[in-house]
């Protein structure tokens, strides 16, 4: 499966506390994690069987909760049994349509 997933604080605990902290410390569970990922400015997408990237989601907001008293989490996935690698070779495909679109 592939997962976009978005966590950060809705407040913490110090008001003047940059949310690109609380952020960083989920950012670091994923890479840790060993798992394919990347990251961009509104979501980290990773890869991996249901229960290993549940688990890596749920240590990443965990994360962030040591920080902060209330925190937002928000999933996409595609669940696509039998297949791996689909970060690299959906944007492949993508990139194949525009280029013959183009």
Same mark, same amino acid.
Do not use: C, Y
């Given at each position: ?20 902290? &609380? +952020? @960083?410390?989920? !950012?670091?569970? *994923? ?10 400015? /509104?979501?980290? %997408? ?19 909760? &040591? +920080? @902060?008293?209330? !925190?937002?989490? *928000? ?10 690698? /689909?970060?690299? %070779? ?13």
């Amino acid at each position: 499966m592939i997962a976009a997933f978005s966590v950060a604080p809705t407040t913490t605990d110090n008001p003047s506390a940059e949310m690109a902290g &609380a +952020v @960083a410390r989920a !950012v670091r569970v *994923v890479r840790e994690s060993g798992l394919p990922h990347e990251t961009t400015a /509104m979501f980290t %997408t990773i890869e991996g069987e249901w229960d290993e990237v549940m688990d890596v989601i749920k240590r990443a907001t965990q994360a962030v909760e &040591a +920080v @902060a008293p209330r !925190v937002s989490l *928000v999933i996409k996935a595609d669940i696509r049994p039998g297949h791996d690698n /689909m970060l690299v %070779t959906k944007m492949q495909s993508l990139n194949k349509h525009l280029e013959e679109n183009s």
